[in-house]
């Protein structure tokens, strides 16, 4: 009896809640997450797309290099995936706290590795598709990454300098 009544005052408790949070979404506050929805990726591609004013020819380069830059990051990405959950193996496991920070900083390390490895990627793909553009749209790109910057910087204030 006492379960079934504990049971029907949560079922009360989260019927009356719901329609509360419900109704809170037509004036978002600071922290939901209907005030930050980000658009959707078709959406920027499109916008990214007729603001360089790209050409069909262009936007069929551009996908190839995307594809292809894809196909050659997938493996790495999947590999630092990989190594970061050996990592967390490491931390679960009975080694002493000693070989674990050993075996942390070496896995560390071939992490490291790897994310110059797709960092070298997205800078090679980066530059193929620069190759692609003419001067007119290579200096409205450099003119979208300033404002993208500076609409970063807005939102993320500037860290203090590693003291490692």
Do not use: C, W, Y
Request: charged share 40%; hydrophobic share 30%.
């Amino acid at each position: 009896m006492k379960k079934l009544l504990s049971i029907l005052v949560l079922i009360a408790a989260f019927g009356i809640a719901a329609p509360a949070q419900a109704q809170n979404t037509d004036n978002p506050t600071p922290n939901s997450s209907v005030m930050f929805k980000k658009p959707d990726r078709e959406q920027m591609k499109k916008e990214f797309e007729q603001r360089l004013n790209l050409s069909d020819k262009q936007k069929e380069k551009a996908k190839k290099i995307h594809q292809q830059g894809r196909d050659e990051i997938k493996p790495i990405m999947m590999q630092i995936d990989v190594k970061r959950r050996e990592i967390q193996t490491v931390k679960m496991s009975k080694l002493s706290e000693e070989e674990q920070n050993k075996k942390i900083e070496e896995i560390s390390s071939q992490i490291k590795d790897l994310n110059k490895q797709a960092k070298d990627i997205r800078k090679k793909n980066t530059d193929e598709f620069e190759k692609i553009l003419n001067k007119k749209q290579k200096a409205e790109l450099d003119k979208m990454k300033a404002e993208g910057r500076a609409k970063f910087e807005q939102h993320h204030p500037p860290r203090a300098p590693f003291q490692g």
